[in-house]
């Protein structure tokens, strides 16, 4: 059996590694140019580092970013609202959350796949049916045929439109910055991740390891003024006035050029992934906004979900359906419960943020526990 994927982000080269474990060869078609060098950062979950490790790529042993040893919820100012319990979590899952670069994460995934091949400047526009597999075109108008091909091309996946057909973005009217820069500063301890949560408005500055932050933030914008925004490092640090001191430096120490804006935007949730022998992981499949910062981990949990079905199936349709019924109501799960974050997390009106603030504040640990572990608990079906 030989898979085409279309896609070489972390769904599409976690998918393939998995495959190639079972003995199922693949090939990957990227549109871009060479794999990404810098960009931003991911929390990657316990639920996914189990699945990595399951596939051989234990992160701490390989020196790719920094186990998550403390999270803080603070004000706009830095003032600690609340420390989350992320190291008792760990233990009680059995494998940590670790923040990484996108870049250190997407070169490990790519390394571990040896000499599987991978196309770069590899559009993928259309696909075909052809006899019982498939085919794909890229830009170039190379064709590539196999047996199942498989969608991890993101949130604007060209296998998807032709598959579920023209749907718009679900935007929610507020702007991501995201960076990875050198940066260490008192106020950010070794293995420490710490978010800050303002008017319509947060910041997350976490460490990455090897003396590097990762840092986002968010702001609410307007229909308008979004659709126009230029997004300089002088209108991020305006945004971020009287911020505390840790937020401000680590913007002011980026390269404006290193700084990335991402639309908060997700879709609305697809119930059906694939006809015949194709079907879609990731982004592709069910983007979600980044409030559980599970986007990538649910993409992992996805590969390794699907390469198992393909290898005890009985056949290649049968088994894409599997994968897909077996997936669905954890995605939909995390789809809507990241919405539901976020709507709390950028609320704008005084008296609602003062109301959310107090709840981080006086909450129950139990409750706080109970809410951080539940994106995280992932038990793959053997
Ligand atoms: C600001 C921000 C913060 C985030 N934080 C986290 C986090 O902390 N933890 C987490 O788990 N997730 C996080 N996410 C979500 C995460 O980035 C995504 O869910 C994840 O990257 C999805 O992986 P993917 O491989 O499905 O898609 P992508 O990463 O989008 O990869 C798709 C790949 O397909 C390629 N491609 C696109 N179209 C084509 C085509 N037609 N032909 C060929 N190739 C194509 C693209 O170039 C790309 O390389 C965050 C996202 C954002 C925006």
Redesign the pocket.
């Known amino acids: 059996m030989k898979a085409l994927v279309?896609?070489?982000?972390?769904?599409?080269?976690t998918t393939t590694l998995a495959l190639r474990s079972h003995g199922i060869d693949a090939e990957l078609?990227?549109?871009?140019a060479q794999p990404p060098e810098s960009g931003?950062?991911?929390?990657?979950?316990a639920n996914?580092t189990k699945v990595l490790s399951a596939l051989g790529l234990d992160l701490e042993k390989a020196g790719v970013g920094r186990v998550c040893e403390e999270f803080t919820l603070r004000t706009a100012r830095g003032r600690l609202m609340r420390e989350m319990p992320i190291r008792s979590i760990s233990d009680e899952l059995g494998s940590p959350l670790v923040n990484v670069r996108?870049s250190d994460l997407v070169g490990l995934l790519r390394d571990a796949l040896a000499d599987t091949p991978v196309h770069h400047r590899?559009?993928?526009?259309r696909y075909d049916r052809v006899g019982r597999g498939v085919s794909v075109t890229?830009a170039d108008g190379r064709t590539h045929t196999g047996d199942v091909l498989i969608g991890?091309?993101?949130?604007?996946?060209?296998?998807r439109a032709q598959t579920a057909g023209p749907e718009p973005v679900r935007d929610y009217g507020y702007v991501?910055w995201?960076a990875t820069v050198p940066f260490t500063h008192a106020r950010l301890p070794a293995g420490g991740a710490a978010h800050y949560w303002g008017r319509g408005q947060r910041f997350g500055l976490i460490d990455v390891g090897g003396g590097r932050a990762y840092w986002?933030g968010t702001k609410n914008t307007p229909g308008r003024r979004r659709l126009r925004w230029a997004g300089t490092k002088e209108d991020v640090l305006r945004c971020f006035r009287g911020w505390a001191e840790e937020v401000r430096e680590a913007i002011s120490r980026t390269d404006e050029a290193d700084i990335v804006t991402?639309p908060a935007q997700d879709r609305t949730f697809l119930e059906s992934w694939g006809v015949g022998p194709v079907t879609l992981?990731?982004?592709?499949a069910h983007?979600?906004l980044?409030s559980l910062?599970?986007?990538?981990?649910?993409?992992i949990e996805d590969g390794q979900a699907l390469a198992r079905h393909l290898a005890t199936g009985p056949d290649v349709v049968t088994s894409l359906r599997r994968y897909e019924t077996e997936r669905r109501d954890r995605t939909r799960w995390l789809v809507a419960a990241s919405r539901r974050l976020s709507h709390t997390e950028q609320f704008a009106h005084p008296l609602t943020v003062a109301l959310r603030d107090l709840t981080i504040r006086y909450a129950p640990m139990s409750v706080v526990r109970r809410q951080t572990i539940a994106p995280m608990r992932y038990q793959p079906p053997v």
């Open positions: 279309v896609g070489a982000g972390v769904g599409g080269l078609f990227e549109a871009a931003g950062g991911l929390g990657i979950g996914a996108r590899a559009r993928v526009t890229c991890a091309d993101g949130i604007r996946s060209a296998v991501c995201i986002w991402v992981v990731g982004d592709a983007p979600m980044t910062s599970q986007g990538a981990g649910s993409a």
